[in-house]
């Protein structure tokens, strides 16, 4: 193009910043190619003013122009550039680059300025110290330098707050999202600090403090559903059921209905807060939830809560969707709240079961059991416990991957031994007793399957999760089929399985209080009383016997 011409570069300079600022607009994001604008237009002053930067970095070239660029009519378009560029550094999270930029500003402008005092946050005392230059009526701007100054004190606050929020520093964090929150921005910017705000307090351990943030979070713009999930999950950590169920219920509502957003109802910057602000930590806290989650967590809740009735329906609804498509309907992204779909399967044959269904709860366990009998190998031998190498090797990344494969294995082999044991829980309950057996012993031969190998048995604490669970399932498949042979009369054989299930949990109540009736009905009554005085002795107490007769 044509040379620099120190007179027309004011003129050059503001269509620059113009025609950027409408480039982002148009874009809607700050992206590197009109950074580079900005470089090039540094370029043109140095050379204009007999000087070169080629060579240098960005952060070096604003330097040099700073410091020797001294015409008095270059300092209003210079700082608006500044602005900008800090604009695009701090949409790629380089808060230091943008600090020392707005430094070698207020140096320019006044180099006696006082420093930013101990404590105080340097960035934002740069912005707020920061002159803007005037504007000129000849060289009108499509966004006020003075709107683009607060805009940036909100970014840089709400940025410098999520970073605090993610490293642990909750009540700096707080003080900044609270400064962000006082700043320039949407209603929709707005929503999302008080929402980040509130998920700060939760975090800080004030449940109570947090709920009001969410709230305002919901009255500054009702569309912010995040806000609602948060409060869902603060009202479950408050253990206020009610109230949770009712805010998981509005939410699945609204992501039902998928209200379009509403249009913003204030002025139109083409530099906004939500261009800058746009880290891994708020796409997390932001997260929508998935239609099929918010159903999924209303009937786990209902079901822990007791409401058995709400419990099935929710999970039905769940499954109903499920077979709508299950790529449309579950997330598979890391942070879902839905786990393995056989374990809503087994959930819901629960809720069957506890709402006298019975039948169909067997049903329900039978589509387990179906679908995971050809993953399951006739053998799987694996270790207790997880040895985690020192130094990740090939050979290392190989065992993982075996490692992971067996777990695999594990998880469906638990989740179909767990159909198993659902299936004989609801026979013994409709009074089939010997298809109760039946269901029972086949548990109990699937389990037969996982060869354990490692260090003995010693302490519990480090075996795997999968074949702690696998432990837990074979204990109640022995104290229910032992329950089932007692029915039959078949002391012996229940006898011998309420001995194996106190070997695999010593001092376990039920099987204890079982295996007392068994010795009984087998006439060994004085070693029952024996049994029965050591048990009533245990620290499981009246309660054991009460859960004992329960199962």
Not at 327 to 338: C, E, K, N
Not at 356 to 367: F, S, V
Not at 477 to 492: D, V, W
Request: net charge negative; proline share 5%.
């Amino acid at each position: 193009g044509l040379p620099p011409a120190l007179p027309a570069l004011p003129l050059e300079l503001t269509v620059l910043y113009n025609s950027l600022l409408f480039a982002t607009g148009a874009s809607d994001s700050a992206i590197q190619g009109e950074a580079e604008g900005i470089r090039q237009g540094l370029l043109r002053v140095l050379e204009a003013c007999g000087a070169c930067g080629q060579g240098l970095s960005t952060e070096e070239l604003w330097q040099k122009v700073l410091q020797e660029v001294t015409v008095e009519e270059l300092q209003a378009p210079l700082h608006r550039l500044g602005a900008l560029q800090a604009a695009w550094w701090l949409a790629a999270s380089r808060l230091g680059s943008a600090a020392g930029l707005f430094r070698l500003l207020s140096n320019a402008e006044d180099p006696g300025r006082a420093r930013c005092s101990e404590g105080e946050n340097e960035l934002l005392y740069l912005l707020k110290a920061w002159r803007v230059p005037a504007e000129v009526a000849s060289l009108p701007l499509v966004q006020s330098a003075e709107d683009l100054k607060e805009i940036l004190c909100t970014a840089a606050a709400f940025l410098q707050g999520l970073q605090e929020l993610e490293a642990g520093n909750f009540p700096t964090a707080l003080s900044l999202l609270q400064e962000a929150a006082g700043g320039f921005c949407s209603k929709k910017v707005l929503a999302q600090i008080y929402t980040c705000l509130g998920c700060c307090a939760q975090r800080m351990g004030k449940p109570q403090t947090a709920l009001q943030h969410l709230k305002r979070a919901l009255q500054v713009d009702f569309q912010c559903l995040p806000a609602l999930s948060h409060a869902a999950a603060v009202y479950h950590e408050l253990g206020e059921t009610e109230a949770e169920l009712q805010a998981l219920a509005l939410l699945y509502e609204a992501l039902e209905k998928k209200t379009p957003a509403a249009a913003s109802s204030g002025p139109y910057f083409l530099i906004r807060t939500e261009l800058l602000v746009h880290t891994p930590i708020l796409a997390s806290l932001l997260r929508h939830r998935h239609p099929s989650e918010v159903k999924y967590l209303l009937a786990q809740r209902c079901l822990q809560d007791g409401r058995v009735a709400d419990a099935v329906e929710h999970y039905l609804d769940f499954l109903a969707l499920l077979q709508e498509g299950l790529q449309q309907q579950v997330p598979l992204d890391g942070g879902s709240a839905l786990p393995r779909i056989p374990e809503v399967f087994l959930e819901a044959a629960s809720a069957l079961e506890q709402a006298g269904r019975h039948q169909d709860a067997i049903t329900m366990c039978e589509e387990v059991i179906s679908r995971t009998t050809d993953l399951i190998p006739r053998t799987l031998r694996v270790e207790e416990r997880l040895e985690q190498p020192e130094c990740p090797s090939p050979e290392a990344g190989l065992a993982g991957g075996l490692l992971s494969q067996k777990k695999e294995s594990l998880c469906c082999l638990a989740w179909r031994a767990a159909g198993y044991l659902h299936q004989g829980w609801a026979w013994a309950k409709l009074g089939e007793s010997k298809e109760a057996v039946t269901q029972f012993s086949r548990c109990l031969g699937d389990l037969l399957r996982v060869q354990l190998y490692g260090c003995g048995v010693e302490p519990t604490e480090s075996l795997l999760p999968e074949v702690e669970v696998l432990q837990k399932i074979r204990l109640l498949s022995l104290i229910g089929r032992g329950a089932q042979f007692l029915e039959l009369g078949r002391h012996k054989e229940a006898l011998l399985d309420f001995q194996h299930g106190l070997q695999i949990l010593p001092g376990d109540p039920a099987a204890a209080s079982y295996l007392v009736q068994a010795l009984w009905k087998l006439n060994r009554k004085q070693e029952a009383a024996a049994r029965w005085q050591k048990f009533s002795q245990s620290p499981a107490g009246e309660d054991g016997q009460q859960e004992g007769q329960g199962r």
